[in-house]
């Protein structure tokens, strides 16, 4: 770049990323930069980021969106959590939700105050304890900031949405807001001679869309980032092996839970998200183990309703680019990596990346220093996303296959070694301050993937055991009270989002 002034940004490829990242940038930088979108209706997109955690709700509310509005157009539903089926051990069952389970007493978390119980032979599980479980377990769902008049806090909750939908919905918005969509192919790219920044974008009919500053949406063939500027890939699948998924809907299912389910297969794992008018499905597999034609097969069998469709295979590679930001070129979405969808991170990666580029976005000149920081911060969210998706992995007992026997004995990063033997130890966390996932996330994967932790932090010994007994049944009953009073997650959706289903 040289030093004239961002007054152009250009965005090329559509779907999901392309318009959030439009939406945003209309929304917060609108009033200073001209914003062209370019994509072809010719190029499908993966449209399989169905699922989300509650991180959107903040991009939802930057945006001004109307929640309700967004919901119904969308076709969505409300998740609190994913439930993992045959990952720890075959006939494992349990629910990562995005609350925690109990409260916190003097100071210390109340998984420690369980431990300390379960080891002077209480027989109740963490989960007895989560608002969330019983909300999902008897398909429940409403707006709950707090549990009565207690320090509980209420459900922490997400969407699941048709991607399709949720991109079209975004695309109106960001027309809305001036940004200018060109219809078209991308058929080369036009760099400067000596300082290799992109100028232009020459597509199929021979014109030239040119700007400042280019954003690749281009999903994982990478057009720009990988392509043009030759960034570099770093290949993870020693770690998450999986290289391919078989996508399906299905007819609705007969009650909407409010929750994605991942059921662990023979060679990777199978997804289930409930939308209002139809059930989204996947197989997510490693094809060393198992060929395309079986996972077909098993995916197929695996649903809970009549498929509408026939499988759609996607192929990729999990990993991540050495860079997401080149020269005056940043990558959002698939273009700058990918890790699979276990945890429902891809479309939180992308409104990450967007909010810190705007956050870094370049007024002026190279950028050189806050292409350094963007850099650094990215690179350190994909690690660690990527080793909590390892846990889920390494952490298990089965060995029924071929598959989980390598998964069981690979080696895997340091950084994730560490903090399985800390818990292991005490049930105690080396999170990272600025770690996606919250402690109670690591907390319910590492037990429900069969973490059990040897001792307990000593400063649970405050409460006596008769104190302790009381604030546990006292907890369960609270928790019970509340949920009674909860509507069903499908009175809720009629009552305020429901779908036109044509």
Known sequence: MNERTVQKLVIVGGGTAGWITAAAFARLLGSSLKIELVESEAI???????ATIPQIIRLNGILGLDEYDFVKHTKGTFKLGIEFVDWGKLGSRYLHTFGDAGMNMVNVPFHQHWMRARQSGHDKDLWHYSLHQLAADQAKFAKLERVGNTAMTGLAYAYHFDAGLYAKYLRAYSEQRGVNRTEGIVRSVRKNAE??????????????????????????????????????????????????????????????????????????????????????NGHVYCSEFVSDDEASQTLLAGLDTPALADP??????????????????????????????????????????????????????????????????????????????????????RDDSEFWQYCKNMNV?????????????????????????????WVQVMLG????????????????????????????????????????????????????IE
């Not at 499908?44 to 169905?50: A, D, I, Q, S, W």
């Not at 020269?327 to 990450?352: D, R, W």
């Open 44 to 50: 499908g997109t993966v449209g399989v980021g169905e």
């Open 195 to 280: 300082s290799g920044a992109i100028e232009a974008v020459i597509l199929d009919d021979d014109s030239a869309v040119s700007g400042d500053f280019f954003i690749d949406c281009t999903g994982f063939r990478s057009l720009l980032l990988g392509t043009e500027l030759d960034v570099a890939y770093q290949d993870w699948s020693k770690w998450l092996p999986c290289n391919r998924a078989q996508a399906v809907p299905s007819e609705r299912l007969p009650k909407l839970v409010p929750y994605t389910r991942a059921t662990a297969k023979s060679a990777g794992w199978q997804w289930r998200i409930p939308l209002q008018h139809r059930t989204g």
């Open 312 to 397: 759609r295979p996607i192929r990729f590679t999990t990993g991540r680019r050495e860079q997401f930001w080149s020269k005056n070129c940043v990558a959002i979405g698939l273009s700058s990596g990918f890790l699979e969808p276990l945890e429902s991170t891809s479309i939180h990666l992308i409104q990450s990346h967007v909010s810190r580029l705007i956050q870094l976005f370049p007024k002026s000149g190279d950028g050189s220093a806050e292409r350094d920081e963007y850099n650094r911060r990215c690179i350190a969210e994909f690690e660690q996303i990527r080793d909590f998706l390892i846990l889920h992995y390494k952490q298990t007992e």
């Open 413 to 441: 990063p340091d950084t994730l070694t560490h903090k399985q033997d800390l818990f292991a130890s005490s049930g105690r966390l080396g999170r990272d301050i600025d770690d996606l996932f919250r402690e109670a996330s």
């Open 449 to 500: 993937q069969g973490v059990s932790p040897s001792s307990y932090d000593p400063m649970a010994d405050a409460l006596s055991d008769a104190q302790l007994k009381e604030f546990l049944d006292n907890l369960r009953r609270v928790i019970e009270r509340s949920v009674a009073q909860l509507p069903t997650h499908e009175q809720f959706i009629a009552q305020n989002c429901q779908a036109i």
